[in-house]
C-alpha cells in the first residue's frame, strides 16, 4: 500500500481491529461514531434554536389572552344593633270578687214585749209562707229578681291593648343600621365568580400599566334590584367605567330588612384590577 493513498476510517477501523475481537463494545462504538456524533449537533442546534425563538413565540401569545380583573371584597361590619330591654307590661289588676246576688227576705221578728203606745199594727207573715218561700230570712222585706245574675261594671274588665309596631322610614338604610343586610345571590364566593367573569380589563388600562382599587357604591332596593351606581374612587384608563357597567348588569339582590321589613340599603363594593 503507498503511503500516500488515502484510507477510510471504516478501513482503517477494520485495519486495526483485524485480529482482535470486533464483538467487543470499543469497535462497535468506533463504527458509530459519526453516526452518533451528527444526531448530537442536530439536537444541540434544535435546542438553541428552540431557546431563541420560544420567548417570542409566548410574547406573541400572551398578546390574545385577556387579562382577568380581581376582586377584594371588603365587608363594611358596624356595631351589633342596640337590642332594647323594654320590661314586659306588668299585668292588669286582678278582677274585684263580685258581689253576691241579692236574694229576697221576709221580715220575721220574734215576738217580744212593747208598751201599749209604741205597738203597730202591723201584722207578721204567717208561718206557712215563711216556711214555703225562696227568699231568705231576715228583719226586713226586700224585694229582689233571685234568678238575676250579678252584674259587673264595663270598667272593672280588662281591655285589650293594640301593639303597633313601627314600619322603617321610606328612605335609604346603610349597612350599620340595618338587621340583615343586603345579599348577593349564593352569597360572596358567587359574587367574586360574577365580577371575575364579566369584568373585561380595559385596553387603555392595560397598555398604560393601570392597575389599582376602584371603589364603587350602589343602593339595592327593597325588590333586589341596583340602582344609583356611583364611583367613590377611579383609578383611570377606564377601570371605573368597566366596573359601573358589570355592576348595572347584576341580577337582582336579596334585598335587607329592618325591623322584619325590605328597606333600600347603600352598599359600597371595592373592586381591584391587577395585570398578571
Keep these: 500500500m503507498n503511503s500516500h493513498e488515502f484510507v477510510s476510517p471504516r478501513d482503517a477501523l477494520d485495519i486495526v481491529f483485524s485480529n482482535r475481537n470486533r464483538a467487543y463494545g470499543a469497535y462497535q462504538l468506533r463504527r458509530a461514531y459519526s453516526r452518533y456524533l451528527g444526531r448530537a449537533l442536530g439536537i444541540s442546534l434544535l435546542l438553541i434554536g428552540l431557546g431563541i425563538v420560544l420567548p417570542q413565540i409566548l ?8 387579562e382577568h380583573a380581581y376582586v377584594d371584597m371588603i365587608r363594611e361590619i358596624g356595631p351589633p344593633p342596640v337590642i332594647e330591654n323594654t320590661p314586659p307590661p306588668p299585668p292588669p289588676p286582678p278582677l274585684p270578687t263580685p258581689p253576691p246576688p241579692v236574694r229576697a227576705t ?16 202591723e201584722q207578721p207573715p204567717a208561718q206557712e209562707d215563711v216556711l214555703n218561700t225562696d227568699a231568705d230570712v231576715g228583719a226586713k222585706n226586700i224585694e229582689s229578681d233571685n234568678e238575676a245574675p250579678p252584674t259587673l261594671d264595663e270598667a272593672d274588665f280588662p281591655r285589650e291593648v293594640e301593639t303597633v309596631i ?9 349597612l350599620v343600621t340595618v338587621q340583615k343586610p343586603p345579599t348577593f345571590p349564593g352569597g360572596e364566593r358567587d359574587l367574586l365568580k360574577y365580577l371575575a367573569e364579566n369584568i373585561k380589563y380595559p385596553p387603555l388600562a392595560r397598555e398604560n400599566n393601570i392597575q389599582g382599587t376602584v371603589a364603587l357604591t350602589f343602593v339595592v332596593g327593597k325588590d333586589g334590584s341596583v340602582s344609583d351606581v356611583n364611583i367613590l374612587r377611579d383609578i383611570g ?7 359601573v357597567r358589570v355592576v348595572q348588569t347584576m341580577p337582582r339582590w336579596i334585598p335587607g330588612e329592618a325591623n322584619g321589613h ?9 373592586v381591584k384590577f391587577r395585570l398578571q
Design 59 to 66: 410574547n406573541a401569545l400572551s398578546d390574545k389572552f385577556a
Design 237 to 243: 384608563g377606564g377601570c371605573g367605567k368597566e366596573a
Design 262 to 270: 325590605a328597606v333600600k340599603v347603600r352598599f359600597t363594593l371595592p
Design 166 to 174: 313601627a314600619k322603617p322610614d321610606e328612605g335609604e338604610y346603610d
Design 106 to 121: 221576709v221580715r220575721f221578728v220574734p215576738p217580744a214585749p212593747t208598751p201599749d203606745e209604741l205597738v203597730r199594727d
